[in-house]
């Protein structure tokens, strides 16, 4: 699992770089074919947005999601753990609010690439309502737990325009998400019994492919979209993914803009460790806020 990890990430570095290589060489041509070519680059108001078709961009802000997260952990000696509802047995609240972050390369008109970040850690404590069976231990009914569920989502990814105009692009993109999880139990101790705990941590690679859409909408409004899907089973860790986000532009100033958008991701990861065995199902679904930074080299978008 890990030398196919490596390996994703090992081509989606030297893709781009051959195509930057391509387009290096490309740029060589004569100054009467350049500046001929020059006629037709951008049109009236999409030559040379201070947002678009930058060589690279940084955005940062909030995300607010909904969450719907399904946890079961059991052993593998065949005690089979309790499904459990993280919001509805545990008393995790289903909104919260989160960190993303994201970095995008130009590389050339038609290829670039891309990093992500997202962050959430969420806790709990509730009064058992049924009994639950979570790892190596069982938590009888209204037991006083604590539990918690941190996780983080890197992303990498690749994208190739098949349509590059000035005022719209769409494409494939080639990635993977990266989740870093763990999920655990605490029996809050009393006079009468011993505190104990239980948690299911592993790291879980999710390929995905996908669509993507760049849209200049007005002069300092654009619109972005891109959805993503895979389902892969690697080593022991069977997955699958679905992730989707549509989000408004609105350039404020020169290279600043901001960033109004609607993101989802929802996937189902079962994986065995040395002693645990177990699957989470987790959906998050809401707005985000961010601020977007563009900066560098115009990359040269033609009609034709």
């Known amino acids: 699992m890990k030398k196919l990890f490596v390996f994703l990430v090992m081509m989606l570095f030297w893709i781009p770089l051959k195509a930057q290589n391509v387009a290096e060489n490309n740029s060589g041509e004569s100054l009467t074919t350049f500046n001929t070519e020059g006629k037709d680059f951008q049109d009236s108001y999409a030559d040379d947005l201070p947002w678009h078709a930058r060589r690279f961009k940084v955005t940062a802000g909030a995300f607010f999601p909904v969450n719907n997260t399904q946890v079961q952990v059991g052993t593998n000696n065949g005690n089979a753990g309790t499904e459990i509802d993280l919001e509805d047995d545990l008393g995790f609240s289903k909104s919260s609010s989160s960190f993303m972050g994201t970095f995008d390369w130009r590389i050339s008109r038609r290829s670039r690439l891309g990093l992500e970040y997202f962050v959430l850690d969420r806790t709990s404590e509730k009064t058992l309502q049924r009994e639950i069976n979570f790892g190596d231990h069982t938590y009888d009914v209204n037991a006083r737990v604590s539990a918690f569920f941190n996780?983080?989502?890197?992303?990498?990814?690749?994208?190739?325009?098949?349509?590059?105009?000035?005022?719209?692009?769409?494409?494939?993109?080639?990635?993977?998400?990266?989740l870093f999880a763990d999920v655990g139990l605490r029996l809050e101790a009393d006079q009468a019994s011993a505190e104990y705990k239980d948690n299911f941590a592993f790291t879980a690679?999710?390929?995905?492919?996908g669509?993507?859409?760049?849209?200049?909408?007005a002069k300092r409004w654009g619109l972005?979209?891109?959805?993503?899907?895979?389902?892969?089973?690697?080593?022991?860790?069977?997955?699958?993914?679905?992730?989707?986000?549509?989000?408004?532009?609105?350039?404020?100033?020169?290279n600043f803009s901001l960033t109004a958008g609607y993101n989802g991701l929802n996937f189902r990861v079962d994986a065995e460790r040395e002693r645990l065995n177990g699957y989470l199902k987790w959906g998050y679904n809401g707005p985000s806020i961010t601020a977007t930074y563009s900066f560098g080299n115009h990359v040269k978008l033609y009609k034709h």
């Open 151 to 178: 996780v983080q989502i890197a992303r990498i990814y690749y994208g190739y325009a098949f349509l590059s105009k000035p005022k719209y692009e769409a494409g494939l993109l080639i990635g993977a998400h990266v």
């Open 205 to 209: 690679p999710l390929p995905d492919i």
């Open 211 to 217: 669509i993507w859409g760049e849209f200049v909408l």
């Open 224 to 254: 972005f979209v891109n959805a993503n899907y895979l389902a892969l089973k690697i080593d022991n860790i069977d997955g699958r993914i679905l992730s989707y986000n549509l989000s408004v532009l609105f350039n404020v100033y020169q």
